[in-house]
């Protein structure tokens, strides 16, 4: 199955600029997508790629896709305290979408 | 508001006892699929439902079951509960079945079971 593997935590200044890596295993994901939760909540969908682009920029959030290393990245410019949550990404291929365990970001002031 | 709804949100039940949940998809969207998010794990997938039919199941045991109505929202039905079953439950819909492009994928709020 699906592998993905992401750093568990990290820790910003507000206004800077976040950067969550992900790799993943399954060359053949067609879309990638990347949610924020936060506590107690379900999934918000944040932005999504599919697999033949390797960059898209939806407001504040860049996704950077290197499908020949498996390696998807999400930069949230000018990190605000709504900010802070879990981010995931989550490949999809053969059916399902696979997740790992999840960025926890912490934005300080 | 992705317009997926789950109910309910929060219940508890006891070891041994049967669950039903249930989500309503994002109108339009014909494709619905539950995971199971244990405390701070990530999501794991249950099964797809496309169209009425199972079209995908996960690592999950049988005691695990669903249906898709003909207005596609759906239910999961875990029977025989065991402790380890405490988790979130999360309802995914998205538009003419994952084995296809799936495009916007949205999750509902989920439901918090806690099997005692």
């Known amino acids: 199955g699906e592998d993905v593997e992401q750093s568990l935590f990290l820790s910003v200044r507000e206004g800077d600029s976040s950067v969550i890596n992900c790799t993943y295993t399954?060359?053949?994901?067609?879309?990638l997508y990347w949610y924020k939760q936060e506590p107690g909540a379900g999934l918000q969908l944040l932005t999504y790629?599919?697999?033949?682009?390797d960059m898209k920029q939806d407001q504040r959030l860049t996704v950077l896709l290197n499908k020949k290393d498996k390696h998807l990245s999400l930069r949230i410019a000018d990190t605000q305290t709504g900010d802070s949550a879990i981010y995931f990404c989550?490949?999809?291929?053969?059916?399902?979408?696979?997740f790992g365990a999840g960025t926890t970001v912490t934005v300080r002031a | 508001e992705t317009g997926v709804t789950q109910s309910p949100t929060h219940l508890i039940k006891t070891r041994g006892q049967q669950v039903t949940l249930r989500c309503s998809s994002q109108?339009?969207?014909?494709?619905v699929s539950w995971y199971q998010q244990a405390l701070g794990q990530g999501p794991q997938f249950i099964f797809q439902?496309?169209?009425?039919?199972?079209?995908g199941r996960g690592n999950f045991p049988p005691r695990f079951s669903g249906l898709q109505f003909p207005n596609y929202s759906s239910e999961l039905n875990v029977n025989a509960l065991e402790l380890d079953d405490s988790a979130l439950y999360l309802c995914?819909?998205?538009?003419?079945?994952?084995?296809?492009?799936?495009?916007?994928?949205?999750f509902g709020e989920g439901s918090r079971l806690t099997v005692l």
């Open positions: 995914a819909s998205s538009l003419d079945g994952f084995r296809s492009l799936a495009g916007e994928l949205f």
């Open positions: 399954d060359s053949s994901s067609t879309y």
């Open positions: 790629i599919f697999s033949n682009m």
């Open positions: 989550a490949p999809f291929g053969d059916y399902k979408l696979s």
């Open positions: 109108s339009g969207h014909n494709t």
């Open positions: 439902y496309y169209r009425e039919e199972e079209n």
